[in-house]
């Protein structure tokens, strides 16, 4: 199995900066596989990113990922009040079909 | 627009049963593979279960395999999770997620959840 690890665990910023967040796999993950996710206090998760760079409708082009192998990054180029949430990136595979990493808050700082 | 509805969550004794429901709308259900998720309180995300379009397929995590079965009613546009045996670590909220394979086919995601459902097992 998959392992994914993010970081760091907590990114404290403020509105207007750079957030830059971090999914590392255990093994090499193909860049087709591998999902990022947005999630808020009592909500449900929100697609962001699919396929490593691909932003799913409606996301802002702030959000830009990358990253091939085993490293993978979420760009956030400045930072909105609304994009203070977790972040989880997943990977798709054989069995289990989905990991997911344990995820990065990012908080106002 | 484009909608998942879960329900049927609710408190229950370890060792006991309940069976869950995802209502779809919006979409053509039966063309879609659709998975559970869940997460614990204050916990990450946890894959549960995946079901095909057309219930060929069917998927769980090691964790819940043997006591949770998958299914779907593709004429009522609707998904289920039975699950038995409920332990304490079962305790979480549980969403519905359709699958896409974007890109001509190449790039699996989750691009629809619902509202999530909350099981709580506990004596």
């Known amino acids: 199995e998959i392992v994914l690890t993010q970081s760091p665990g907590t990114l404290s910023l403020s509105p207007g900066e750079r957030a830059t967040l971090s999914c590392r796999a255990s093994?090499?993950?193909?860049?087709?596989?591998l999902a990022w996710y947005q999630q808020k206090p009592g909500q449900a998760p929100r697609l962001l990113i699919y396929g490593a760079s691909s932003r799913a409708t409606g996301i802002p082009d702030r959000f830009s990922g990358s990253g091939s192998g085993t490293d993978f990054t979420l760009t956030i180029s400045r930072l909105e009040p609304e994009d203070f949430a977790v972040y989880y990136c997943?990977?798709?595979?054989?069995?289990?079909?989905?990991?997911f990493g344990q995820g990065t808050k990012l908080e106002i700082k | 627009e484009v909608q998942l509805v879960e329900s049927g969550g609710g408190l229950v004794k370890p060792g006991g049963s309940l069976r869950l429901s995802c209502a779809a709308s919006g979409f053509t259900f039966s063309s879609y593979s659709i998975n559970w998720v869940r997460q614990a309180p204050g916990k990450g995300l946890e894959w549960v279960a995946f079901?095909?379009?057309?219930?060929?397929?069917?998927y769980y995590a090691d964790s819940v395999k043997g006591r949770f079965t998958i299914s779907r009613d593709n004429a009522k546009n609707s998904l289920y999770l039975q699950m038995n045996s409920l332990r304490a670590e079962d305790t979480a909220v549980y969403y519905c997620?359709?699958?896409?394979?974007?890109?001509?086919?190449?790039?699996?995601?989750?691009?629809?959840w619902g509202q999530g459902t909350l099981v709580t097992v506990s004596s």
């Open positions: 079901i095909s379009s057309s219930s060929s397929y069917i």
């Open positions: 093994q090499s993950v193909s860049s087709n596989y």
């Open positions: 997620a359709r699958e896409v394979w974007a890109q001509g086919g190449f790039q699996p995601n989750c691009d629809c």
């Open positions: 997943q990977q798709y595979g054989s069995s289990p079909r989905y990991t």
